[in-house]
């Protein structure tokens, strides 16, 4: 943390969640920011089938059933999520997904578009960015689905920025898994190839920690269907 945090932490700069500090930053943004850092690394891959998406799980117990601890979740029939950082506010975020989806299915007779879904809530974390009383949701959303046939894969911020990306890594040790999704990404990728690609950089930066069945894998094709591989469908991936 750099002199003039600590200096404007001192002068009350970060108490209230709309506070500018005279270097222009919104400090509770900032520490929003820093417990993405902090959370378990999540992945997604734009493929010439689908997208696939990554997330990496830490298992706090031998005695915990894995299949009710899931990172990735369904939004609506062509949209799923994941996120990393503080995953009670993802929660939060990802049920407010579902209810604007389903919201639109009911009054629009069609399921909703992606981008209008991610601008809505890019606009939920932007209103709690700047409100008093209220702090940012500390946590990044990788959204991925099909829009008009075509696989799209956005991530959403703590500031309520949304960006469009063809493969993408948040939360812990994610400067190092992009970089190195930039080297090895090709856009010709079936959804295996971007599993097999996947795991192994997750293998090759989490080595001590890596472990096949910490890791909830799915995917979603073109004709929208989804699958969540097991820890033995992966091996055989990898």
Request: aromatic letters at 8%.
């Amino acid at each position: 943390m750099t002199e003039n945090i600590k200096k404007h932490q001192e002068m009350g700069y970060d108490r209230s969640a709309g506070m500018f500090s005279p270097d222009g930053l919104l400090l509770q943004v900032e520490y929003a920011e820093k417990a993405v850092k902090l959370g378990s690394a999540v992945m997604g891959i734009v493929t010439c089938e689908g997208v696939v998406l990554i997330a990496y799980r830490k298992l706090i117990s031998k005695l915990l059933v894995i299949d009710s601890f899931k990172k990735i979740f369904e939004v609506d029939s062509h949209i799923l999520v994941t996120g990393s950082g503080v995953m009670s506010d993802g929660r939060r975020l990802i049920e407010e997904s579902q209810l604007i989806a389903q919201k639109n299915m009911v009054e629009m007779q069609e399921p909703i578009d992606m981008l209008s879904l991610i601008k809505d809530i890019a606009n939920v974390k932007q209103y709690y960015s700047q409100s008093g009383g209220l702090r940012p949701f500390g946590v990044k959303l990788l959204f991925a689905g099909i829009e008009e046939n075509t696989p799209v894969l956005y991530e959403t911020t703590p500031s309520g920025m949304y960006l469009r990306y063809l493969a993408r890594a948040v939360g812990i040790n994610s400067d190092k898994l992009n970089n190195d999704l930039d080297e090895q990404y090709k856009v010709n990728l079936s959804n295996k190839d971007a599993i097999k690609i996947g795991m192994k950089i997750f293998k090759d930066n989490f080595e001590k920690e890596f472990d096949i069945a910490s890791f909830d894998v799915m995917s979603i094709d073109l004709k929208l269907n989804k699958k969540r591989y097991t820890a033995e469908e992966i091996k055989k991936i990898m």
